[in-house]
């Protein structure tokens, strides 16, 4: 409630939000005096971008840095520019920078999709069409159907937001155009052909619609709600079914944010389908997130599909949508039934998709992210066993929170080659893409090494970010999908280490140039934490096993042995308790919930004990 010049001062901009303020006076607790605005008004505001609609632009990652551009970024890719642009519709490369350059808008008013009249602008007027700029000078190439335009070469590649004064449009255009169209010769019958953009021809073709109940949008700046569906076929019980594709149900696109969605093994309670749920461990499976300018989120490859019911060994019956609201005029009374359509077919492809965890750092109370610290790693290998053959990386999921700013992948085979396969300097938790990887045509062998790293930038913090699954936590996850499915496939790991990376650093080196030390152990301890450990009964008992461990959770803030010991014990119990590990079957719905009270407890002592310690004010007494 300060003066309404005060107020005035407040720099809001349609893509930008500053929350502080507006979160204080909304919760009852309002700014009452100037300095209290002023204070506000100096934090840092939150920029939306999504780096990965270079997906949706034929070589969008392969886009050259101009020169003298800030922001470029090493490329990834061979045939490339050394140097390439990620904000390709931003004044910087780095992106999120606003105003959009010319390029940008242009992109904005097509609605973040490459269409033919998009491709035919010449956006930063130098002379060539975006097309030429992009490589696709007849605007021929498609995001379904994503693949690099022969004939063109990638030196010829520009920046279509950025006049080039040497530029010149391309010389004998309309004959290679003709070339390219006669080039494309029919579809043999037994081969395999897409008759739209989901499904093959001759495959049976079904649908199903899921859409939250109409519900109002929350008028905070920023929610994240959780909506659980129900979903039997008759069709795929007996019988093995594909899901193949899914394609977003928007209702109210100006607050629908982005949304992530998982595959639930058993049946949600009835009240919740179809409305809030909490997040259950039984949705773990993640299948595709969505971001704007996309309509078909999820489209499996043409040889392989996600199998589910009769002899598949997969059990998939139910659905958990996560849902970011972004409400920046912080409306009220604004109603949403966004939802998704899944596309799924009871002819199954010849080959099943399958997934592994090459990261998942989800929760740990020992290990946290300091503050001040601008590349701060967290980093887990794990080697590929258990596969009965070989297998094709189809994508990589990463998934992290607020601070987390670079994700990588490294491949290291037994003969010692080194691959570098992914790696995005300007990844932010806005834009939770799924990267296509299959035109690396990277097949993965028993024995193969697999180097998955999140990279954090915590210099807006002035306390230590722990792991866990609020939004105000951390988490490292990178999920991949290869085919064909491999029911034994396992990434083994002796468990994730932290470091930091100086700005110089190739992310890419970590396991070389930044080896494990203390955190391993850590690790190590979390991965071996079992729910059939007699210790975790006697807590579970009341016995004196449970006074022992309060009291070294009591006495965490005075001694580091009690912190590990403490620490440890947390351990177990979510273990026992969130993941449900084995030996957690036979524990009653009342030993469970005790647990729970107990780890919430535990958890109050311990997060103090270790804020001591790692800060340096522990005391004698």
């Known amino acids: 409630r300060g003066s309404e010049s005060m107020i005035a001062l407040t720099p809001f901009h349609e893509d930008i939000h500053a929350n502080a303020c507006l979160e204080g006076t909304f919760a009852n607790m309002p700014c009452r005096r100037a300095s209290m605005w002023i ?207 899914a394609k977003v149900l928007l209702d109210n696109a100006k607050y629908v944010h982005h949304f992530i969605l998982m595959a639930c093994k058993d049946p949600l309670p009835v009240l919740v389908d179809g409305g809030p749920m909490v997040p259950s ?44 609201y972004h409400n920046h005029n912080r409306d009220m009374f604004k109603t949403d039934s966004s939802g998704f359509r899944l596309f799924y077919t009871t002819k199954p492809r010849p080959m099943r998709l399958g997934q592994f965890h090459g990261v998942k750092v989800e929760w740990d109370v020992l290990n946290a992210i300091p503050p001040g610290r601008d590349r701060f790693f967290v980093t887990e290998g794990c080697r590929l066993v258990g596969m009965d053959a070989p297998a094709t990386l189809v994508s990589v999921v990463y998934h992290a929170h607020m601070i987390a700013t670079e994700m990588y992948t490294t491949l290291y085979r037994e003969n010692g080659e080194k691959i570098a396969i992914h790696g995005d300097a300007h990844w932010n938790f806005n834009d939770q893409y799924s990267k296509d990887l299959q035109p690396l045509n990277v097949t993965v062998f028993n024995g193969d090494f697999v180097q998955s790293s999140c990279v954090f930038d915590s210099t807006s913090k002035d306390s230590r970010t722990t792991f866990g699954i609020g939004s105000e936590n951390e988490m490292c996850f990178a999920v991949y999908w290869v085919m064909p499915q491999q029911p034994k496939m396992r990434c083994i790991s002796p468990g994730y280490w932290e470091g930091d990376l100086e700005a110089s650093d190739d992310a890419h080196a970590i396991r070389e140039e930044h080896p494990p030390g203390q955190g391993l152990a850590y690790a190590q301890n979390y991965k071996n934490a079992r729910c059939d450990d007699k210790k975790i009964q006697d807590m579970l008992l009341d016995s004196a ?69 790692r800060e340096g004010t522990l005391h004698e007494g």
Request: negative net charge; hydrophobic residues 35%; glycine residues 10%.
């Open 39 to 245: 204070a506000c008004v100096s934090m840092a505001v939150h920029v939306r971008s999504f780096p990965s609609l270079r997906e949706q632009l034929p070589n969008g990652w392969r886009v050259p840095c101009p020169d003298e551009a800030e922001g470029c970024a090493p490329s990834e890719h061979e045939e490339t520019a050394r140097w390439v642009c990620p904000g390709v519709g931003h004044r910087s490369c780095k992106g999120g920078s606003m105003p959009l350059n010319a390029f940008g808008e242009d992109l904005k008013k097509a609605g973040f999709r490459w269409t033919e009249a998009l491709c035919r602008m010449d956006s930063d007027g130098d002379g060539r069409t975006n097309g030429e700029e992009l490589g696709d000078p007849c605007c021929s190439w498609s995001a379904e159907a994503p693949g690099e335009v022969e004939g063109w070469p990638w030196e010829s590649l520009g920046h279509p937001g950025v006049a080039d004064a040497d530029s010149q449009s391309g010389t004998g255009l309309e004959s290679m155009c003709e070339v390219v169209v006669s080039s494309l010769q029919p579809v043999a019958e037994d081969q395999l052909e897409r008759v739209d953009v989901v499904f093959l021809k001759g495959e049976p073709q079904k649908m199903h619609d899921f859409r939250v109940h109409p519900h109002f949008v929350s008028p905070a700046t920023d929610a994240y709600v959780d909506y659980g569906f129900n979903w039997a076929d008759p069709d795929c019980v007996d019988n093995e079914c594909q899901i193949v594709g």
């Open 281 to 324: 461990e039984m949705c773990e499976q993640r299948i595709a997130g969505w971001i704007p300018g996309r309509d078909y989120f999820m489209l499996a490859p043409d040889t392989a599909g996600l199998s589910f019911g009769g002899v598949s060994g997969s059990n998939i019956q139910g659905f958990q949508l996560q849902v970011h």
């Open 545 to 613: 096993e449970l006074a022992n461990v309060k009291k070294e959770c009591e006495e965490a803030i005075f001694s580091m042995e009690a912190n590990r010991k403490c620490g440890l014990a947390i351990l177990d119990l979510y273990a026992c308790t969130v993941e449900g590990r084995p030996g957690s079957d036979h524990l009653s719905v009342d030993s469970k919930s005790r647990a729970m009270k107990l780890l919430q407890r535990l958890l109050t002592y311990f997060d103090v004990g270790s804020d001591a310690l």
